[in-house]
């Protein structure tokens, strides 16, 4: 009887540990930075809807709950604010300073950067490749390797499978 006793308590426990180890209790951060950021081809972060999409290629795409923290949030507006990123053009347009034109092949199409912050909301947009001669294409350039460092570098990131192929 005994023996049946701490077989019936071993297994509440272990219904216990294993309920409590599935509960999903870790709740996002407030998002005071938000940032719709649509880069290469197909990767997402969106912190308006807290998730990210990582492009898998042949494998297609995965979504996952994503946020940033107050530190990584603080991080990008600061370089935000460094770059002037709320008085930069709405768009990025290619000229050529010549008759040459650069093709990009496959295109990644349009590249997206949205942040809003504190009352302001600002959208910019460009395409690869655009002329490197512009300096305030240089410093959104900048700003979008802040925020792709900061976003791969989260354990949430490393822990999405990796693209399987490349985009030809």
Same mark, same amino acid.
């Given at each position: ?13 272990? #219904?216990?540990?294993?309920?409590? #180890?599935?509960?999903?209790? =870790? ?29 898998? =290629?042949? +494998? ?14 603080? *991080?990008? @507006?600061? *370089?935000?604010?460094?770059? /002037?990123?709320?008085?930069?053009? %709405? ?5 050529? +300073? ?22 302001? %909301?600002?959208?910019?947009?460009? @395409? ?5 001669? +512009? ?6 350039? !900048?700003?979008? *390797? /802040? @925020?792709?460092?900061?976003? !791969? ?10 693209? /399987?192929?490349?985009?030809?």
């Amino acid at each position: 009887m005994k023996k049946l006793l701490n077989k019936f308590i071993l297994l509440h426990l272990l #219904c216990f540990v294993f309920q409590s #180890c599935n509960d999903s209790s =870790i709740e996002p951060e407030e998002q005071f930075v938000q940032i719709y950021f649509k880069y290469d081809f197909r990767n997402e972060l969106n912190t308006f809807d807290n998730t990210y999409q990582k492009d898998l =290629i042949l +494998d297609g795409v995965i979504i996952v709950p994503f946020w940033l923290t107050a530190e990584e949030q603080n *991080k990008i @507006i600061k *370089k935000a604010n460094d770059v /002037n990123f709320f008085s930069m053009p %709405d768009t990025f347009n290619y000229s050529s +300073d010549d008759s040459i034109a650069i093709v990009i092949d496959p295109n990644p199409g349009e590249q997206v950067l949205r942040i809003k912050f504190n009352g302001k %909301d600002k959208t910019t947009i460009w @395409i690869f490749y655009i002329s490197q001669n +512009d300096p305030q294409l240089n410093a959104l350039i !900048e700003l979008r *390797k /802040n @925020i792709i460092s900061i976003t !791969e570098s989260k354990p949430e990131y490393k822990r999405l499978p990796p693209a /399987n192929g490349g985009n030809l």
